[in-house]
């Protein structure tokens, strides 16, 4: 009983446990973890990466990414500020500690949405998060999805399809991902998604209650 007290208050010490979505370009990432943050808002709260890349239309700065030059995202990796980067697509892209930090500072779950030399870089660390592997149900949808989302040169598109192979081969190494969900049919999708972090959600909503 004690024990179980101790381990409890112990829990709610360490925060909630971060969530690392990863899987290819155009799987249904970013789609999937806005509806989670509209649904479960002050629930979950995501980790905004820095990038090399320019923001698309309707993107902002400070919320989908912080936007900077390589000069500078190279200067900051070597102070040590990033817990992990990675080259993409002919871009770089990061985790700072500090947009880990200000999601942990206010209890939220942490949502990282980075690609695969992320969460290979991720296990090193002590962030311990829930792995969710977000994948399409084809090479030939994710294309038309890419296609249709209409953001890329086809130099940008072809780069990102070659990624998505080595992608979906490596996903299915066991023990990789805690979680794979099959991006098909949208609403369905996303109630996977929802069983597999409920346990972290309530206790969320169990420690603000208290
Ligand atoms: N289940 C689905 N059915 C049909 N279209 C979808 C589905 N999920 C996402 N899409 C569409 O596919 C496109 C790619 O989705 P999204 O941008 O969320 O992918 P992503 O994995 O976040 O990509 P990236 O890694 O490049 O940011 C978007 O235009 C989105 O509206
Ligand atoms: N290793 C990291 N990968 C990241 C990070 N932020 C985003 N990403 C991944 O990059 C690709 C491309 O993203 P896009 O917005 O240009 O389409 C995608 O797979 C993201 O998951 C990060 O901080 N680190």
């Given at each position: ?28 990432k ?40 390589r ?8 102070k ?67 296609r ?22 490596i ?40």
């Amino acid at each position: 009983m004690y024990l179980r007290f101790i381990s409890r208050v112990f829990s709610a010490m360490a925060g909630p446990r971060p969530v690392v979505m990863s899987g290819p370009s155009g799987a249904g990432k970013s789609t999937l973890l806005k509806k989670l943050l509209k649904e479960f808002d002050g629930v979950f709260g995501f980790s905004v990466s820095h990038t090399t890349r320019s923001p698309r239309p309707g993107e902002e700065n400070g919320k989908d990414y912080h936007y900077v030059t390589r000069e500078v995202m190279q200067a900051a990796i070597a102070k040590g500020e990033f817990i992990e980067n990675a080259e993409f697509s002919g871009n770089m892209y990061g985790t700072s500690k500090a947009a880990v930090q200000a999601v942990q500072a206010k209890n939220l779950i942490c949502i990282l949405d980075i690609d695969m030399q992320g969460v290979n870089n991720i296990k090193r660390t002590d962030l311990n998060p829930i792995y969710v592997s977000i994948q399409p149900p084809s090479m030939e949808t994710l294309e038309k999805r890419l296609r249709d989302r209409k953001t890329e040169s086809e130099e940008s598109l072809q780069k990102r399809l070659r990624a998505a192979k080595v992608d979906m081969e490596i996903s299915k190494e066991p023990g990789l991902f805690d979680v794979l969900i099959v991006n098909d049919d949208l609403d369905l999708a996303y109630g996977k998604l929802k069983d597999a972090l409920l346990e972290e959600i309530q206790k969320v909503r169990d420690t603000n209650k208290s």
